[in-house]
């Protein structure tokens, strides 16, 4: 049974370029959180998508977009980026009918450097 | 606003002596709390939930932590440290709305256990 997986792993981009990161879920969930790591610091809450909608966000700028497929996959965009945007992104997927005592799966995540 | 503050960004063990990691909450409704744990450049694995069923939970690896209204702690405990403990370890409270929980975590403990 896979877990959730990120890709890529790792990348570098220049200040002002756009990125896309992609999550799929661990079989079976139908939820899936973003969530950004700094170097240091725990993780903090991006956004939640859930039935292809964002359901939940965090105190991130527009700049930070998401989508959910119909397969449950997500992907995180981010535009205009900036050197504070350099982090850890991790995805986490769940089931919504766990509510909030439920689990998040998380996966390794994709490093973002940003130059 | 829900929160959860963890004491000590870093802590030393020797192998084989007690593991305490302290965390303390803040929260207005009774919180549904949660110990992860980071292994170096990987995601976070699930140590232990609290979800008001007991306020002793056990979770993987030897860990337990014990849930204190009066003192608003859930304090994350081993009785004998191995080196394969070492990790960063998050506390978290998860906070619902909008139909979904999310996750906040604290900033983390870093656990470094001495041979």
């Known amino acids: ?94 089931l919504v009918r766990e509510g909030v005592t439920g689990e998040l799966f998380f996966g390794e995540g994709s490093r973002l450097t940003v130059l | 606003a829900q929160s959860v503050t963890q004491l000590g960004s870093h802590v030393s063990v020797s192998e084989g002596a007690l593991v305490l990691l302290r965390c303390n909450y803040s929260s207005s409704v009774p919180p549904y709390l949660f110990w992860y744990v980071q292994y170096p450049n990987q995601g976070l694995q699930l140590l232990l939930k609290y979800t008001s069923a007991a306020t002793l939970v056990k979770g993987i690896n030897g860990f337990e932590a014990e849930f204190k209204k009066s003192e608003t702690s859930f304090h994350l405990t081993k009785p004998s440290a191995h080196m394969s403990d070492a990790a960063e370890y998050f506390c978290a409270v998860s906070l619902w709305g909008a139909g979904s929980y999310q996750l906040t975590f604290g900033k983390g403990t870093k656990l470094s256990v001495i041979p």
């Open chain 1, 1 to 94: 049974d896979a877990g959730v997986t990120q890709s890529p792993t790792h990348l570098i981009k220049t200040r002002g370029q756009q990125v896309t990161l992609r999550c799929s879920p661990k079989s079976g969930h139908d939820t899936v959180s973003w969530y950004q790591q700094a170097l240091g610091q725990g993780p903090q809450f991006i956004f939640q998508y859930y039935e292809e909608e964002e359901r939940q966000r965090g105190n991130f700028p527009d700049r930070f977009s998401g989508h959910q497929f119909p397969n449950y996959s997500s992907e995180l965009n981010v535009n205009a980026l900036l050197l504070g945007d350099s982090a850890l992104y991790l995805c986490a997927s769940s």
